[in-house]
């Protein structure tokens, strides 16, 4: 229960911005803005995205994640519906990672202007996902150790 209503709490509160009026110049938004998702925090994942306002509609983003190789998330959540112990096992000796970064142009389409309001965002991303589990297999007493790993690059 605890974990869920944690994870409700981070919904809310998912995104983190910084944009903020100039009070020297009432009604100009500054060009500059960073945002960090709260809610990657928890998935053991970095998760940052700076944006740059170029004319009253246009702006430049750029994403940033990074999963450094680490246990699956919520691994103990997960074990509690697992019963068999060779299953156990995997999820202990599982490791995960992954990096993104998306550059992406945005046009507000509102009247109010970049960085506010709704906005269409033609992007690319590049991600890197590795995951890796050292298995044990038993054939009639004879027992070898396999490494499985892998990377995908999309």
Partial sequence: MRTIVFSFSFVLFANFAVAQ????HPGVTKKNIIKLNLFALPLKTASIQYERVMTRRISLGLGVRIMPETNLPFRSVIEN???????????HNLRLGNFA?????RWYVG???APRGFYIAPFVRYAQYKASLPFTYDDGGKTEKIDMNGTINA
Avoid: A, C
Wanted: glycine share 4%; aromatic share 4%.
């Fill in 101 to 105: 970064i998306t550059p992406e142009l």
């Fill in 111 to 113: 009247k109010k202007g």
């Fill in 81 to 91: 519906f697992v019963d068999d112990s060779t299953t156990l096992d995997q999820l």
């Fill in 21 to 24: 009026n100039d009070s020297t």
